[in-house]
């Protein structure tokens, strides 16, 4: 007998007027001194139901319409020393919506996860590893809202957060992966200050290593631990090319014309503030020695010192840039 389906959720408010003046305070997050109404969070929330979570994200000033042609829609952070007059950074055509979290029964240093594929060339496992969210690893969901030099794009995203000097912001495109096609929404009413994405956590993306071509990953399932959930928000740069680039007219490309390139450049809000630390000292975290090694698909041992299951990393004492755990848990 099938158990019951399990839905989580969590709701959290945050306080307004206090997103960064990301030149200005070189990330100094003490210090706010710019409203950008279009970024500063005031309410978030994360649901599951079945395969599916669901963010919403609230701000304090509207959200630009998809397909609005007017470039000044986004109202981001000021220029230094400009008060409320609308004369924003010039530079910043954007931002992204996240809700980031962590999944306490598969982001923990195992390879005893379901593997994502078979390879096809050694029929081996590839395994759907995940680093340990007690090391600063977050998975989220949200919405890039870029403006492309003519009109308003929006592009629901799932993704992962690496805390290491080599990783960032890493995620996949659910619009522009075919084998996401169907497992993904957002809504977003005309001038409104909210927006909400639902993507299904296992994720399927294009892989020819694969027997089937298709890799499975596991974001998240029902009867999982969900914790550390925290929202934040950022402002994004695109460079406008002068010329598109014609991937068009490439058939074996199978994409659009490039217009514009860029992506995450600052944190702008986040919340609440004990799930996000920008940091002053470097790198949140560094692999240390008990963490796994590349093994090429097994053709290389595994490391000898590596245990699993456990947290490997060795976190920056001196405080720097990643996610905490900011208390809110709920079971998906």
């Not at 005893?112 to 594929?117: W, Y």
């Not at 403006?147 to 290491?164: L, V």
Request: charged share 15%; proline share 8%; glycine share 12%.
């Amino acid at each position: 007998m099938a158990l019951p389906a399990h839905a989580g959720t969590v709701s959290v408010s945050d306080s307004s007027g206090d997103t960064l003046d990301p030149i200005l305070t070189q990330n100094d997050q003490t210090t706010f001194r710019t409203p950008a109404p279009s970024a500063d969070i005031t309410s978030y929330s994360l649901t599951s139901s079945g395969r599916n979570l669901t963010a919403t994200i609230t701000v304090s000033g509207a959200i630009p319409d998809e397909g609005s042609t007017d470039p000044t829609a986004y109202r981001g952070p000021l220029a230094t020393g400009v008060v409320n007059s609308g004369q924003e950074y010039p530079a910043f055509v954007g931002g992204s919506y996240l809700v980031a979290y962590a999944d306490s029964n598969k982001e923990k240093n195992s390879y005893n996860l379901t593997p994502g594929c078979t390879n096809a060339a050694t029929g081996k496992p590839i395994y759907d590893f995940q680093e340990h969210w007690a090391d600063g690893y977050r998975d989220y969901i949200g919405v890039e809202v870029t403006f492309d030099g003519t009109k308003w794009n929006y592009t629901p995203e799932i993704g992962r957060f690496d805390p290491t000097a080599d990783g960032g912001f890493g995620f996949v495109d659910v619009a522009a992966e075919p084998n996401m096609a169907g497992k993904f929404s957002y809504s977003h009413a005309a001038g409104s200050n909210s927006i909400t994405v639902t993507i299904n956590t296992d994720v399927t993306t294009s892989d020819p290593t694969c027997v089937g071509g298709v890799y499975h990953s596991d974001w998240g399932n029902t009867g999982d631990v969900i914790k550390a959930v925290t929202a934040f928000s950022t402002t994004d740069q695109v460079v406008v090319l002068p010329v598109a680039i014609p991937l068009s007219a490439v058939p074996v490309a199978e994409q659009s014309d490039i217009q514009a390139i860029g992506g995450f450049i600052y944190t702008e809000d986040w919340a609440n503030n004990s799930g996000y630390d920008l940091g002053t000292a470097g790198p949140y975290s560094q692999e240390g020695p008990t963490c796994p090694t590349p093994t090429f698909g097994g053709t290389l041992p595994r490391n000898p010192t590596f245990v699993d299951g456990q947290p490997c990393n060795v976190i920056n004492p001196a405080g720097g840039a990643g996610f905490r755990d900011s208390g809110t848990t709920f079971v998906f």
